[in-house]
């Protein structure tokens, strides 16, 4: 069984007992719960449910995991035969979550 979630205005395909990384949401404690409400499709083995554009009723019951960074991203600028050179570097936050279950309507 996996659904389509709404997450701070991104899609994410999530599974029961999968660890999740979002982007960040507001500052929580670990092990927080979560239910996001803004599901978009949901696939068990029998049916799919399509919502217009959510379905209303269904969630996702989740629990906060821990904050972390990505990966390192620099941005160089660079002018040839002017000795000019600038760069800049940007790590994105993230946030983990574990998705605990999924509620159909």
């Known amino acids: 069984m996996f659904a389509v979630v709404e997450i701070n205005g991104l899609q994410y395909k999530v599974e029961e007992n999968e660890l999740l990384t979002i982007n960040k949401t507001e500052a929580m404690e670990v092990n927080a719960k979560l239910e996001f409400d803004k599901v978009l499709f949901i696939n068990d083995d029998k049916e799919n449910m399509i919502g217009k554009p959510y379905i209303k009723g269904a ?3 989740c629990q906060y995991q821990e904050e972390t960074q990505g990966k390192k991203i620099e941005v160089m600028k660079f ?20 998705i605990e279950k999924i509620v159909k309507p």
Do not use: P
Not at 80 to 98: A, L, T, V
């Open 59 to 61: 969630k996702v019951l």
């Open 79 to 98: 002018r040839r035969r002017s000795n000019f050179k600038k760069i800049k570097g940007h790590r994105q936050d993230y946030s983990i979550i574990k």
